[in-house]
């Protein structure tokens, strides 16, 4: 598997992330993750609306919970056809849990900790940490990534605005 270095740091630590990643204007690889009530879904299945695709190493760490919270409160205002998934490597009990907390009833968590997919796929496992690097994508209709950001720090939250920008213009 190939690595990538100098991306991503955490408390201005470089880490390496597993995969060669993905581009904008590219397909968006299908990952499958496990919902909340132990389902298994997949990029694919939204396909035809646009997503706004968000990769957090953890919710029960504090700018994930924020970044969790702010998309889930910011995908209201982007209209019934538009979803937004939120991955990490937390397990779906936990996520069931941090969305029952913070009611969040906007967004779909998924936890990648069964097969790894959505981290081999996107290139967005870190190595030495076994978590998911933050990261945004918006993809459109057709499944053609719009969209990238990819946080250098991981302690950091994403632009939100600009990544909201980006959405609005797949809508």
């Not at 504090?62 to 990490?88: M, W, Y």
């Not at 397990?91 to 997919?117: E, M, V, Y």
């Amino acid at each position: 598997m190939s690595e990538r270095t100098g991306l991503v740091t955490l408390k201005s630590n470089p880490v390496t992330l597993e995969g060669d990643g993905v581009k904008v204007g590219q397909q968006a690889p299908d990952f499958t993750a496990v919902a909340t009530d132990m389902s298994e879904q997949t990029l694919s299945q939204y396909r035809g609306r646009p997503v706004v695709l968000c990769s957090v190493p953890s919710l029960d760490t504090p700018v994930c919970d924020v970044e969790g919270q702010r998309f889930n409160k910011e995908a209201a205002g982007l209209g019934q056809d538009a979803v937004v998934l939120l991955v990490s490597m937390d397990t779906p009990p936990a996520l069931k849990r941090w969305c029952g907390q913070n009611s969040a009833d906007r967004i779909i968590t998924l936890s990648d900790f069964k097969h790894w997919s959505f981290a081999k796929n996107w290139g967005l496992r870190i190595r030495e940490l076994g978590l998911l690097a933050r990261a945004v994508y918006v993809i459109d209709r057709e499944g053609t990534i719009q969209y990238e950001q990819i946080v250098p720090e991981v302690a950091q939250e994403p632009d939100y605005d600009e990544a909201l920008n980006a959405v609005k213009q797949v809508l």
